[in-house]
């Protein structure tokens, strides 16, 4: 069973277009997360949800949008897609703000490789 | 401020070679975590390590080993008798305490050759 699974895996669009990427965590995890890395491999935090609230939210331009329906989904939804949103975005989740005595590690998505065209 | 800094950019060691990957880290919490995460080139991010700040003994796991020193704030990652499977970019990150924020170093590039 896949712990953190994102679709798609690979997403290539034209500019303008709107695009959404899909993360569920079957861990029970209470935090999830979403990474941006770009192509010179650079990990940079976008968001951050604990139990369907936002606790981080960096400096990321408002055409992104995370939305968390439940606490084991969090879905990216991006507008007006420019050339720079290219990257891979990577789901994640952690037992932080859980309650439960934990040291916060990281489980990673796969990734999902956008590129705009 | 918090950063994690991997001054090494890429490496390149033949097989069977010793290699040490550095990781320096600044954090003013008393209480953190850190961790290194291994990239192969199918792109996935897999955990490899995690350390308290309260516990500066090395770790060795198989082939690879991890030196903590809290001296000079660094996590230093060896892998002994390298093999070509270990090729992939390597992240050192910390966690402090005071968030649930993971600050990420900008990776080593390690290529073992055959």
């Known amino acids: 069973d896949t712990a953190v699974s994102q679709t798609p895996k ?7 277009n709107d695009k959404s990427i899909k993360c569920e965590q079957n ?12 192509s010179k491999k650079f990990l940079k935090i976008m968001f951050s949800y604990n139990n369907k609230e ?23 939804h991006i507008n007006s897609l420019e050339l720079g949103d290219s990257a891979v975005y990577f789901c994640a989740s952690s037992l932080w703000g859980s309650g439960i005595p934990n040291t916060g590690e990281l489980f990673f ?4 490789r956008l590129t705009v065209l | 401020a918090q950063k994690v800094t991997q001054a090494q950019t890429e490496i390149s060691v033949v097989e069977k070679e010793d290699v040490t990957l550095d990781c320096v880290y600044e954090t ?6 850190l961790f290194w995460y291994k990239q192969p080139p199918s792109g996935e991010l897999v955990f490899l390590i995690r350390r308290n700040s309260f516990d500066e003994q090395n770790e060795i796991s198989g082939r690879y080993s991890w030196n903590f020193q809290k001296s000079t704030s660094s ?17 050192c990150a910390l966690m402090p305490n ?9 990776g080593t590039s390690l290529t073992v050759i055959p």
């Open chain 1, 54 to 76: 936002l606790i981080i939210n960096e400096t990321v331009p408002n055409r992104f949008s995370p939305k968390s329906p439940d606490k084991a989904h969090l879905n990216l």
């Open chain 1, 27 to 38: 861990l029970g995890h209470d935090t999830m997360y979403w990474y941006k890395q770009d």
């Open chain 1, 10 to 16: 690979y997403l290539v669009t034209q500019m303008g």
């Open chain 2, 28 to 33: 003013r919490d008393t209480t953190y975590y």
């Open chain 2, 75 to 91: 996590f230093n990652f060896t892998i002994t008798a390298s093999q070509v499977v270990d090729s992939a970019v390597y992240f």
């Open chain 2, 98 to 106: 005071t968030g649930n924020q993971f600050y990420f170093g900008t």
């Open chain 1, 109 to 112: 998505g796969e990734g999902s």
